[in-house]
Protein backbone atom coordinates (compact mmCIF):
# COMPACT_ATOMS: atom_id res chain seq x y z
CA UNK A 1 0.00 0.00 0.00
CA UNK A 2 3.04 2.43 0.64
CA UNK A 3 4.84 1.52 -2.46
CA UNK A 4 1.78 2.31 -4.69
CA UNK A 5 1.39 5.57 -2.54
CA UNK A 6 4.68 6.70 -3.45
CA UNK A 7 4.37 5.46 -7.23
CA UNK A 8 1.03 7.57 -7.38
CA UNK A 9 3.28 10.69 -5.60
CA UNK A 10 6.49 10.61 -7.29
CA UNK A 11 7.13 12.05 -10.77
CA UNK A 12 6.12 10.14 -13.67
CA UNK A 13 8.98 9.07 -16.10
CA UNK A 14 7.24 7.15 -18.73
CA UNK A 15 7.97 9.82 -21.34
CA UNK A 16 11.88 9.09 -20.93
CA UNK A 17 10.90 5.86 -22.58
CA UNK A 18 10.62 7.90 -25.93
CA UNK A 19 14.53 7.95 -27.61
CA UNK A 20 14.17 11.30 -28.91
CA UNK A 21 13.05 12.95 -26.10
CA UNK A 22 14.98 11.57 -23.78
CA UNK A 23 17.76 12.46 -25.36
CA UNK A 24 16.70 16.13 -26.01
CA UNK A 25 15.50 16.16 -21.76
CA UNK A 26 18.69 14.80 -20.86
CA UNK A 27 20.97 17.48 -23.38
CA UNK A 28 18.75 20.46 -22.49
CA UNK A 29 19.36 19.21 -18.62
CA UNK A 30 23.24 18.98 -18.59
CA UNK A 31 23.01 23.19 -20.62
CA UNK A 32 21.08 24.54 -18.30
CA UNK A 33 23.36 24.12 -15.65
CA UNK A 34 25.78 25.76 -17.55
CA UNK A 35 22.99 28.50 -18.37
CA UNK A 36 21.96 28.93 -15.12
CA UNK A 37 25.82 29.19 -13.62
CA UNK A 38 26.23 32.26 -16.57
CA UNK A 39 23.30 33.91 -15.25
CA UNK A 40 24.00 33.94 -11.74
CA UNK A 41 27.66 35.02 -12.42
CA UNK A 42 26.50 38.01 -15.24
CA UNK A 43 24.57 39.26 -12.02
CA UNK A 44 27.97 39.16 -9.63
CA UNK A 45 29.91 40.53 -12.21
CA UNK A 46 27.43 43.47 -12.71
CA UNK A 47 27.39 44.13 -8.79
CA UNK A 48 31.16 43.93 -8.90
CA UNK A 49 31.82 46.89 -11.19
CA UNK A 50 29.02 48.82 -10.23
CA UNK A 51 27.96 48.02 -6.64
CA UNK A 52 24.98 48.96 -7.36
CA UNK A 53 21.30 46.58 -7.45
CA UNK A 54 20.12 49.16 -10.49
CA UNK A 55 22.58 48.18 -12.70
CA UNK A 56 21.58 44.39 -11.69
CA UNK A 57 18.08 45.16 -12.26
CA UNK A 58 18.94 46.46 -15.56
CA UNK A 59 19.56 42.91 -17.16
CA UNK A 60 15.85 42.60 -16.83
CA UNK A 61 15.20 44.66 -19.63
CA UNK A 62 18.22 43.83 -21.85
CA UNK A 63 17.39 40.50 -21.76
CA UNK A 64 13.24 41.56 -22.32
CA UNK A 65 13.89 42.93 -25.28
CA UNK A 66 15.48 39.64 -27.56
CA UNK A 67 12.66 37.67 -25.59
CA UNK A 68 9.60 39.60 -26.80
CA UNK A 69 11.40 39.97 -30.43
CA UNK A 70 12.96 36.56 -31.24
CA UNK A 71 10.47 34.70 -28.98
CA UNK A 72 7.41 35.86 -31.46
CA UNK A 73 9.23 35.70 -35.20
CA UNK A 74 10.92 32.25 -33.72
CA UNK A 75 7.62 30.69 -32.72
CA UNK A 76 6.38 31.70 -35.99
CA UNK A 77 9.36 30.00 -37.66
CA UNK A 78 9.28 27.40 -35.68
CA UNK A 79 5.58 26.79 -37.23
CA UNK A 80 6.82 27.06 -40.59
CA UNK A 81 10.30 25.13 -40.88
CA UNK A 82 11.73 21.73 -39.77
CA UNK A 83 11.64 22.23 -35.50
CA UNK A 84 15.34 20.16 -35.67
CA UNK A 85 16.93 22.78 -37.90
CA UNK A 86 15.49 26.09 -35.82
CA UNK A 87 16.42 24.28 -32.57
CA UNK A 88 20.45 23.82 -33.50
CA UNK A 89 20.58 28.12 -34.72
CA UNK A 90 19.11 28.99 -31.54
CA UNK A 91 21.22 27.05 -29.85
CA UNK A 92 24.28 28.42 -31.45
CA UNK A 93 23.42 32.07 -31.31
CA UNK A 94 23.13 31.76 -27.56
CA UNK A 95 26.89 29.73 -27.41
CA UNK A 96 28.53 32.57 -28.87
CA UNK A 97 27.03 34.35 -26.53
CA UNK A 98 28.71 32.39 -23.77
CA UNK A 99 31.97 32.67 -25.95
CA UNK A 100 31.79 35.72 -25.77
CA UNK A 101 31.13 36.55 -22.10
CA UNK A 102 33.98 34.65 -21.76
CA UNK A 103 36.57 36.38 -23.85
CA UNK A 104 35.13 39.90 -22.09
CA UNK A 105 36.19 38.21 -18.16
CA UNK A 106 39.73 36.89 -19.98
CA UNK A 107 40.48 40.32 -21.41
CA UNK A 108 38.81 41.91 -17.77
CA UNK A 109 37.30 44.50 -19.54
CA UNK A 110 34.84 45.35 -17.03
CA UNK A 111 32.42 47.12 -19.33
CA UNK A 112 28.22 46.75 -18.43
CA UNK A 113 27.41 48.05 -21.77
CA UNK A 114 29.04 45.13 -23.55
CA UNK A 115 27.98 42.73 -20.46
CA UNK A 116 23.91 43.88 -21.07
CA UNK A 117 24.88 43.47 -25.35
CA UNK A 118 26.15 39.88 -24.36
CA UNK A 119 22.89 39.46 -22.36
CA UNK A 120 20.56 40.19 -25.07
CA UNK A 121 21.91 38.48 -27.44
CA UNK A 122 22.32 35.19 -24.72
CA UNK A 123 18.95 36.11 -24.54
CA UNK A 124 17.78 36.22 -28.07
CA UNK A 125 19.06 32.66 -28.83
CA UNK A 126 17.00 31.24 -25.70
CA UNK A 127 13.97 33.16 -27.16
CA UNK A 128 14.58 31.07 -30.38
CA UNK A 129 14.83 27.72 -28.85
CA UNK A 130 12.71 27.54 -25.91
CA UNK A 131 9.30 27.92 -28.19
CA UNK A 132 11.05 25.47 -30.98
CA UNK A 133 11.37 22.97 -28.17
CA UNK A 134 8.11 23.28 -25.88
CA UNK A 135 6.51 22.77 -29.42
CA UNK A 136 8.03 19.70 -30.19
CA UNK A 137 6.54 17.98 -27.23
CA UNK A 138 3.38 16.28 -28.46
CA UNK A 139 5.38 15.44 -31.46
CA UNK A 140 7.81 13.06 -29.27
CA UNK A 141 5.65 11.71 -27.08
CA UNK A 142 1.68 10.51 -26.73
CA UNK A 143 -1.04 13.21 -26.20
CA UNK A 144 -1.58 11.61 -22.61
CA UNK A 145 2.01 11.57 -21.76
CA UNK A 146 2.19 15.64 -22.28
CA UNK A 147 1.95 16.69 -18.83
CA UNK A 148 4.08 13.83 -17.25
CA UNK A 149 6.86 15.38 -20.44
CA UNK A 150 6.75 18.92 -19.11
CA UNK A 151 7.04 18.14 -15.79
CA UNK A 152 10.29 16.28 -16.40
CA UNK A 153 11.71 19.54 -17.97
CA UNK A 154 10.41 21.92 -15.89
CA UNK A 155 12.21 19.70 -13.03
CA UNK A 156 15.04 19.84 -15.64
CA UNK A 157 15.15 23.21 -15.48
CA UNK A 158 14.73 23.55 -11.78
CA UNK A 159 17.37 21.01 -10.90
CA UNK A 160 19.93 23.19 -13.75
CA UNK A 161 18.31 26.55 -11.34
CA UNK A 162 19.91 24.89 -7.96
CA UNK A 163 23.01 23.71 -9.34
CA UNK A 164 23.73 26.30 -11.62
CA UNK A 165 23.66 28.68 -8.56
CA UNK A 166 25.60 26.51 -6.27
CA UNK A 167 27.97 25.77 -8.57
CA UNK A 168 28.47 29.63 -9.60
CA UNK A 169 28.92 29.98 -5.65
CA UNK A 170 31.67 28.22 -5.11
CA UNK A 171 33.07 28.93 -8.62
CA UNK A 172 33.13 32.90 -8.00
CA UNK A 173 34.96 32.07 -4.45
CA UNK A 174 37.40 30.27 -6.07
CA UNK A 175 37.30 30.74 -10.13
CA UNK A 176 36.46 34.02 -10.74
CA UNK A 177 33.77 34.88 -13.85
CA UNK A 178 35.84 33.56 -16.71
CA UNK A 179 35.93 29.79 -15.21
CA UNK A 180 32.28 30.29 -14.92
CA UNK A 181 31.85 31.33 -18.37
CA UNK A 182 33.92 28.57 -19.87
CA UNK A 183 31.88 25.56 -17.55
CA UNK A 184 28.99 26.99 -19.12
CA UNK A 185 30.33 27.30 -22.84
CA UNK A 186 31.20 23.11 -22.37
CA UNK A 187 28.24 22.44 -20.88
CA UNK A 188 25.79 23.43 -23.80
CA UNK A 189 27.29 21.27 -26.02
CA UNK A 190 25.01 18.61 -24.17
CA UNK A 191 22.40 20.64 -25.37
CA UNK A 192 23.89 21.00 -29.57
CA UNK A 193 24.28 17.11 -29.26
CA UNK A 194 21.33 16.40 -28.46
CA UNK A 195 19.26 18.90 -31.01
CA UNK A 196 21.84 17.23 -33.69
CA UNK A 197 20.59 13.76 -33.05
CA UNK A 198 16.56 14.69 -33.35
CA UNK A 199 14.66 13.41 -35.90
CA UNK A 200 13.66 15.85 -38.60
CA UNK A 201 10.35 17.34 -37.55
CA UNK A 202 8.53 19.31 -40.14
CA UNK A 203 5.60 21.43 -39.82
CA UNK A 204 2.00 19.15 -39.97
CA UNK A 205 -1.04 21.18 -41.29
CA UNK A 206 -1.41 24.63 -42.99
CA UNK A 207 2.00 26.56 -43.01
CA UNK A 208 2.47 30.47 -42.87
CA UNK A 209 4.97 32.32 -44.14
CA UNK A 210 6.62 33.95 -40.86
CA UNK A 211 6.54 36.88 -40.37
CA UNK A 212 4.42 40.13 -38.59
CA UNK A 213 1.15 38.71 -40.26
CA UNK A 214 1.83 34.68 -39.30
CA UNK A 215 2.72 36.47 -35.36
CA UNK A 216 -0.99 38.56 -35.78
CA UNK A 217 -2.13 35.00 -36.38
CA UNK A 218 -1.04 33.71 -33.05
CA UNK A 219 -2.28 36.72 -31.20
CA UNK A 220 -5.74 36.61 -33.02
CA UNK A 221 -6.14 32.94 -31.69
CA UNK A 222 -4.64 33.59 -27.92
CA UNK A 223 -7.36 36.60 -27.59
CA UNK A 224 -9.95 33.62 -28.37
CA UNK A 225 -8.82 31.18 -26.07
CA UNK A 226 -9.77 33.33 -22.66
CA UNK A 227 -8.26 30.19 -20.31
CA UNK A 228 -5.08 30.28 -22.03
CA UNK A 229 -4.67 34.37 -22.11
CA UNK A 230 -5.63 33.67 -17.83
CA UNK A 231 -3.33 31.61 -17.84
CA UNK A 232 -0.11 34.09 -19.11
CA UNK A 233 -1.81 37.20 -16.87
CA UNK A 234 -1.42 34.95 -13.64
CA UNK A 235 2.21 34.21 -14.33
CA UNK A 236 3.17 37.95 -15.51
CA UNK A 237 1.78 38.73 -12.07
CA UNK A 238 3.94 36.15 -10.38
CA UNK A 239 7.03 37.07 -11.89
CA UNK A 240 6.86 40.81 -12.36
CA UNK A 241 5.79 41.25 -8.58
CA UNK A 242 7.19 38.51 -6.79
CA UNK A 243 10.72 37.46 -7.82
CA UNK A 244 13.33 39.02 -5.86
CA UNK A 245 16.63 37.72 -7.68
CA UNK A 246 18.11 41.45 -8.61
CA UNK A 247 17.80 41.82 -4.67
CA UNK A 248 20.24 38.78 -4.02
CA UNK A 249 23.46 40.56 -4.53
CA UNK A 250 22.40 43.65 -2.49
CA UNK A 251 20.40 41.25 0.71
CA UNK A 252 23.66 38.92 0.36
CA UNK A 253 25.86 42.06 1.23
CA UNK A 254 23.41 43.59 3.90
CA UNK A 255 22.82 40.55 5.95
CA UNK A 256 25.51 37.75 4.71
CA UNK A 257 28.38 40.22 4.47
CA UNK A 258 28.91 39.26 0.92
CA UNK A 259 29.17 35.59 0.98
CA UNK A 260 29.43 34.00 -2.43
CA UNK A 261 28.18 30.82 -0.97
CA UNK A 262 25.20 32.61 0.82
CA UNK A 263 24.79 34.07 -2.43
CA UNK A 264 24.86 30.88 -4.31
CA UNK A 265 22.17 29.48 -1.97
CA UNK A 266 19.79 32.26 -2.77
CA UNK A 267 19.86 32.18 -6.32
CA UNK A 268 19.52 28.17 -5.84
CA UNK A 269 16.14 28.43 -3.39
CA UNK A 270 13.73 28.85 -5.64
CA UNK A 271 14.34 25.78 -7.86
CA UNK A 272 15.37 23.56 -4.63
CA UNK A 273 11.31 24.32 -4.14
CA UNK A 274 10.51 23.41 -7.49
CA UNK A 275 13.05 20.48 -7.49
CA UNK A 276 11.20 18.80 -4.51
CA UNK A 277 7.95 19.86 -5.57
CA UNK A 278 8.76 17.91 -9.24
CA UNK A 279 9.95 14.87 -7.45
CA UNK A 280 6.71 14.29 -5.99
CA UNK A 281 4.49 15.83 -8.63
CA UNK A 282 2.63 12.30 -9.36
CA UNK A 283 -0.69 14.54 -8.48
CA UNK A 284 -0.69 17.57 -10.77
CA UNK A 285 -2.04 15.66 -13.12
CA UNK A 286 -4.93 14.62 -11.61
CA UNK A 287 -6.15 17.50 -10.94
CA UNK A 288 -8.95 19.12 -12.86
CA UNK A 289 -10.03 22.86 -11.57
CA UNK A 290 -6.92 23.75 -13.42
CA UNK A 291 -7.84 27.62 -12.78
CA UNK A 292 -8.66 28.17 -9.55
CA UNK A 293 -5.95 25.81 -8.52
CA UNK A 294 -3.29 28.02 -10.64
CA UNK A 295 -4.68 31.21 -8.54
CA UNK A 296 -3.90 29.67 -5.03
CA UNK A 297 -0.50 28.18 -5.98
CA UNK A 298 0.88 31.87 -7.14
CA UNK A 299 -1.30 33.58 -4.20
CA UNK A 300 0.91 30.75 -1.82
CA UNK A 301 4.24 31.87 -3.85
CA UNK A 302 3.78 35.56 -3.33
CA UNK A 303 2.94 35.19 0.56
CA UNK A 304 6.47 32.67 0.57
CA UNK A 305 8.22 34.83 -1.46
CA UNK A 306 7.37 37.68 1.22
CA UNK A 307 7.90 35.57 4.21
CA UNK A 308 11.39 34.82 3.05
CA UNK A 309 12.12 38.87 2.73
CA UNK A 310 11.11 39.31 6.43
CA UNK A 311 13.48 36.14 7.40
CA UNK A 312 17.18 37.57 8.02
CA UNK A 313 18.46 33.72 9.03
CA UNK A 314 19.96 32.35 5.33
CA UNK A 315 18.28 28.65 6.38
CA UNK A 316 15.02 30.17 7.17
CA UNK A 317 15.10 32.56 3.88
CA UNK A 318 16.11 29.32 1.32
CA UNK A 319 13.03 27.54 3.16
CA UNK A 320 10.62 29.77 2.31
CA UNK A 321 11.78 30.75 -1.16
CA UNK A 322 11.92 26.88 -1.85
CA UNK A 323 8.33 27.00 -0.54
CA UNK A 324 7.68 28.89 -2.98
CA UNK A 325 9.41 27.30 -5.79
CA UNK A 326 7.30 24.04 -5.02
CA UNK A 327 4.31 25.98 -5.84
CA UNK A 328 5.78 27.69 -9.33
CA UNK A 329 6.88 24.11 -10.60
CA UNK A 330 2.94 23.10 -9.95
CA UNK A 331 1.80 26.22 -11.70
CA UNK A 332 3.95 25.95 -14.63
CA UNK A 333 2.81 22.19 -15.87
CA UNK A 334 -0.56 23.07 -15.39
CA UNK A 335 0.19 26.66 -17.48
CA UNK A 336 2.80 24.75 -20.30
CA UNK A 337 -0.47 21.82 -20.50
CA UNK A 338 -3.45 24.02 -21.09
CA UNK A 339 -1.35 25.13 -23.99
CA UNK A 340 -0.31 22.91 -25.35
CA UNK A 341 -3.68 20.56 -25.55
CA UNK A 342 -5.11 24.39 -26.40
CA UNK A 343 -3.94 24.53 -29.46
CA UNK A 344 -3.29 22.62 -32.40
CA UNK A 345 0.18 21.63 -34.08
CA UNK A 346 0.10 24.09 -37.20
CA UNK A 347 -0.39 27.07 -34.21
CA UNK A 348 2.04 25.48 -31.29
CA UNK A 349 5.08 27.39 -32.11
CA UNK A 350 3.40 30.74 -32.09
CA UNK A 351 1.66 30.21 -28.67
CA UNK A 352 5.06 28.40 -27.39
CA UNK A 353 6.18 31.76 -28.73
CA UNK A 354 4.75 33.62 -26.37
CA UNK A 355 4.30 31.14 -23.37
CA UNK A 356 8.34 31.74 -23.71
CA UNK A 357 7.82 35.73 -23.82
CA UNK A 358 5.57 35.41 -20.81
CA UNK A 359 7.66 32.45 -18.48
CA UNK A 360 11.27 34.19 -19.57
CA UNK A 361 10.21 38.11 -20.14
CA UNK A 362 8.04 38.06 -16.77
CA UNK A 363 11.77 37.37 -14.36
CA UNK A 364 13.27 40.06 -16.32
CA UNK A 365 9.89 42.35 -15.15
CA UNK A 366 10.58 41.53 -11.97
CA UNK A 367 14.42 42.05 -11.86
CA UNK A 368 13.56 45.64 -13.29
CA UNK A 369 10.66 46.10 -10.93
CA UNK A 370 13.07 44.96 -8.04
CA UNK A 371 16.16 47.13 -9.03
CA UNK A 372 14.18 50.45 -9.28
CA UNK A 373 12.03 50.43 -6.65
CA UNK A 374 15.10 48.67 -3.94
CA UNK A 375 16.39 52.31 -4.92
CA UNK A 376 13.33 54.42 -4.01
CA UNK A 377 12.50 52.08 -0.77
CA UNK A 378 14.83 49.75 -0.07
CA UNK A 379 15.84 46.08 -0.49
CA UNK A 380 13.92 44.61 1.93
CA UNK A 381 10.54 46.22 1.79
CA UNK A 382 11.13 45.83 -2.23
CA UNK A 383 11.46 42.50 -1.73
CA UNK A 384 8.55 42.28 0.76
CA UNK A 385 5.94 44.55 -1.04
CA UNK A 386 6.51 42.59 -3.83
CA UNK A 387 5.37 39.34 -2.66
CA UNK A 388 2.01 41.00 -0.64
CA UNK A 389 1.18 42.58 -3.79
CA UNK A 390 1.55 39.81 -5.88
CA UNK A 391 -0.61 37.56 -3.59
CA UNK A 392 -3.45 39.86 -3.24
CA UNK A 393 -3.60 41.20 -6.90
CA UNK A 394 -3.37 37.33 -8.20
CA UNK A 395 -6.15 36.70 -6.56
CA UNK A 396 -8.60 39.25 -7.32
CA UNK A 397 -7.54 38.94 -10.97
CA UNK A 398 -7.61 35.18 -10.93
CA UNK A 399 -11.18 35.01 -9.52
CA UNK A 400 -12.79 37.51 -11.52
CA UNK A 401 -12.55 35.25 -15.01
CA UNK A 402 -15.50 32.75 -14.61
CA UNK A 403 -13.88 30.70 -17.94
CA UNK A 404 -10.57 30.44 -15.82
CA UNK A 405 -11.97 30.17 -12.72
CA UNK A 406 -14.50 27.31 -13.83
CA UNK A 407 -11.91 25.54 -15.94
CA UNK A 408 -11.96 21.56 -16.05
CA UNK A 409 -9.40 19.91 -17.57
CA UNK A 410 -11.06 16.59 -17.92
CA UNK A 411 -13.31 18.13 -20.22
CA UNK A 412 -10.60 18.79 -23.09
CA UNK A 413 -9.03 15.91 -24.11
CA UNK A 414 -7.57 16.89 -27.51
CA UNK A 415 -6.56 20.32 -28.61
CA UNK A 416 -8.84 21.95 -31.58
CA UNK A 417 -7.97 20.80 -35.07
Not at 83 to 106: E, Y
Not at 150 to 173: D, E, H, I, K
Not at 186 to 205: D, E, T
Request: charged share 10%; with cysteine.
Amino acid sequence: MLLNLIRRQAVDVRPLRHPAFRRLWFGQSVSFIGFQLTSTAMAAEIYAITDSSFWVGMLGPANLIPLMVFGLWGGAVADAVDRRKLLIVGAVVAWAATLGLLLQAVLELRQVGLLLLLAALHSAGFAITAPTRGAMVPRLVPLEAVPAANTLNFLAGSLGTVLGPLLGGVVLAGGGFALAYGIDAVLFLGGLYAAWRLPPIPPLGETTRPGMRSVIEGLRFLTKQPVVLMSFVVDIIAMAFALPKALFPEITEQRFGGSEIAFGWLNASIALGSVIGGLASGWVGRVRRQGIALTLVIAFWGLSVAAAGLAHELWLMVALLACGGAADIVSAVWRQTILQTHAPDEMRGRMQGVFTVVVAGGPRLGDLRAGTTAVAWGAGPAWVGGGLVCAVLVLIVGLAVPAFRHYDAGKRTEPPG
